[in-house]
């Protein structure tokens, strides 16, 4: 079992940005697909923001693209999403996930793809 870790959620006003972290318990993560997801109060939780494993591309959904960006460290086992321009929209509880064993990462976000979750990080955006 792989263990998942978020940190780097806080508050930001509108228009800030903030860098969210994922370190995962095994190396081995550099070389499955990872997402980002987030939870909006009140709302099922939705993916933002997908990387395929081994230098793969990336992918988001259209509500964050061209504001954040996923990469990861591809020696290392820690994958990353930076925000930039956020609006009060993207509150929300943002985990990270991974496929067990696989690079690729399915065309939909769904969270039954992914194996291994996170417990989440805050993150809150005001006017």
């Known amino acids: 079992q792989v263990q998942m870790m978020e940190s780097g959620g806080g508050s930001v006003q509108d228009g800030g940005s903030l860098r969210l972290s994922c370190a995962a318990s095994d190396a081995r993560i550099s070389r499955y697909c990872v997402a980002w997801f987030r939870q909006i109060t009140g709302k099922e939780r939705e993916g933002v923001a997908r990387i395929f494993g081994g230098g793969g591309g990336a992918s988001y959904a259209d509500s964050v693209n061209g504001r954040f960006t996923i990469s990861r460290d591809i020696a290392g086992n820690k994958v990353y999403l930076e925000m930039n321009n956020l609006q009060p929209e993207d509150t929300a509880i943002y985990f990270c996930?991974?496929?067990?064993?696989?690079?690729?990462?399915?065309?939909?976000?769904?969270?039954?793809?992914?194996?291994?979750w996170g417990k989440g990080t805050q993150v809150t955006v005001s006017p």
């Open positions: 996930a991974a496929r067990s064993g696989q690079w690729f990462c399915p065309p939909t976000f769904a969270e039954g793809d992914f194996d291994y």
